[in-house]
């Protein structure tokens, strides 16, 4: 009968002891699986970072072609203006008008040309 106790209480401790030896590893194992997958969620993060970076330094660098591209159109403008200050001078010149040339910067003063430069 003690050796019947003895045996039963050593299988429940062996029992028990293989459970739980089982246990710790399922959860040995989900934490692997944890840290994997937080190893690559970080590695999406940095290559999203990346990916930001790289956009803002694109969008930067296309503002500042935008930029030079308004200066440009805002010269072309200008020049546009000249030119059409200079036909407008040319054409009364030959119908036998007497117009005064316009001076530089001068040119937004002209309220009786035909069309609207300004």
């Given at each position: 009968?003690?050796y019947?106790n003895i045996?039963?209480s050593?299988?429940?401790?062996?029992?028990?002891?293989?459970?739980?030896?089982?246990?710790?590893?399922?959860?040995?194992?989900?934490?692997?699986?944890?840290?994997?997958?937080?190893?690559?969620?970080?590695?999406?993060?940095?290559?999203?970072?990346?990916?930001?970076?790289?956009?803002?330094?694109?969008?930067?660098?296309?503002?500042s072609?935008?930029?030079?591209?308004?200066?440009?159109?805002?010269?072309?403008?200008?020049k546009?203006?000249?030119?059409?200050?200079?036909?407008?001078?040319?054409f009364?010149?030959?119908?036998?008008?007497?117009?005064?040339?316009?001076?530089?910067?001068?040119?937004?003063?002209?309220?009786?040309?035909?069309?609207?430069?300004?």
């Amino acid at each position: 009968m003690v050796y019947l106790n003895i045996w039963s209480s050593f299988t429940f401790v062996w029992n028990t002891k293989k459970h739980l030896t089982q246990r710790v590893q399922n959860l040995d194992d989900k934490l692997l699986e944890q840290k994997e997958i937080s190893k690559s969620i970080l590695e999406n993060v940095g290559d999203t970072k990346g990916s930001i970076e790289e956009l803002y330094v694109t969008v930067t660098e296309l503002q500042s072609a935008l930029t030079g591209l308004d200066y440009k159109l805002g010269s072309i403008s200008e020049k546009q203006d000249v030119s059409n200050l200079g036909l407008f001078y040319l054409f009364n010149f030959v119908e036998g008008k007497q117009v005064e040339m316009p001076r530089a910067g001068c040119f937004k003063s002209w309220s009786f040309l035909p069309l609207q430069l300004c």
